[in-house]
C-alpha cells in the first residue's frame, strides 16, 4: 500500500488566513478586540498572531500557503516578469498604480499564470521580499547582480515587445 500524497496543487485563501506549519489546516488570523465603548477587530502582528490553535507555531507565509513557487523554483522568463513589475513600482513610485496599469504578466508556470493580477503583484513583491529581506528592485539587483539582472529584465522584455507584435 502507498502512502498518501499530499495535494501541493495551488489553493485558494481567504483573507486573514494562514496555513499551520504543522497540520497544514487553514485557519483565520486571531483578532481582538479594542477596549472601550467601540469595538472593531485589531489584528494581531508578530509571534502569537498568526498561530495555529493547535500547533502553536507561526503559520506558513503567504506563498507557502497558497503553494505558489519560490523564486529558485521559478523559470528566468517569471524572474523577468517580476523584475519589470519591481522596476514599474519604484519608477511610478506607487505599488497601486503600477499594480493596476502595470501588472506582473506571468507566461510560464501554470500556477502562477492562474493568478489575478492583485495576485500576481502581491506574489512578486513577498518573493523578493522573502528571498532578501527586503522589498523592491534594488535589493533584488544586489542580490542578482546587475548583469543578471539586466539579463533577466531584457528576457522578459523582449517576450513581451514579441507577443505584442505577434499578436
Known sequence: MTP???????RDVPPLHFACTVC???HPVR???LPGVRRMPIY?????????????????????TRR????????????????????????ERSFAYARENYPCTYRDAPALVALTKR??????????????????DRAIARYLGEAEYKRLYDLALHTEWTERRCG
Not at 498518501?4 to 495551488?10: E, F, G, Q, S
Not at 505558489?68 to 519608477?91: I, N, S
Open 68 to 91: 505558489l513557487p519560490q523564486w529558485q523554483d521559478m523559470t528566468d522568463l517569471d524572474r523577468g516578469a517580476v523584475l519589470m513589475f519591481l522596476w514599474k513600482v519604484h519608477w
Open 44 to 64: 494581531s502582528h508578530g509571534p502569537r498572531g498568526n498561530r495555529c490553535p493547535g500547533g502553536g507555531l507561526p503559520g506558513k507565509t503567504w506563498i507557502q
Open 4 to 10: 498518501a500524497v499530499p495535494d501541493l496543487a495551488p
Open 24 to 26: 497544514d489546516e487553514i
Open 119 to 136: 495576485d500576481a503583484c502581491s506574489h512578486a513583491a513577498q518573493v523578493v521580499k522573502e528571498l532578501t529581506g527586503e522589498p523592491g
Open 31 to 33: 483578532t481582538r478586540p
